[in-house]
């Protein structure tokens, strides 16, 4: 059984043939690469798969709601999708090309701890998106 089909099934999911194919491309997706569910949709369509965009949106949406994926909320409306990670990270997001870079700084971790414990508070979860223009940016 495949690790794809393992992880739906997991999930409580039925493995249906665009579950597969949408879990591989979000499977395959490096460090930077945050889709839309537009991009998903162009991105089977160049692998000739015969899936809806109405189908890319509804099984987006069940892969968050059994948490496969984790869903990003970019100034603009922009959604991206990625695969749940265990570790923590947060996003820096060039608002002049729209290119996404992940992080994780154990220093603002623990200025972030501190500073929630300072007001009584301990974190358990938490999001950091940081905007800026890359110094090789070009317009979208």
Do not use: W
Not at 61 to 85: I, M, N, P, Y
Not at 119 to 131: A, K, N, P, S
């Amino acid at each position: 059984m495949s690790l794809e089909n393992q992880e739906l099934r997991k999930a409580g999911l039925k493995v249906t043939l665009p579950r597969i194919k949408i879990y591989q491309i979000l499977e395959k997706a490096g460090e930077s690469d945050h889709f839309s569910a537009e991009d998903i949709y162009k991105i089977l369509l160049d692998q000739s798969e015969d899936v809806g965009l109405a189908t890319v949106y509804r099984v987006l949406t069940q892969f968050e709601a059994a948490g496969l994926v984790s869903r990003h909320h970019f100034e603009g409306g922009h959604s991206v999708f990625e695969l749940t990670k265990d570790e923590q990270h947060d996003h820096i997001v060039c608002v002049k090309s729209g290119m996404i870079k992940e992080f994780t700084d154990p220093r603002l971790n623990e200025l972030l701890d501190e500073i929630a414990e300072s007001m009584g508070f301990t974190i358990t979860d938490r999001t950091v998106y940081l905007y800026g223009v890359h110094k090789d940016a070009k317009d979208k």
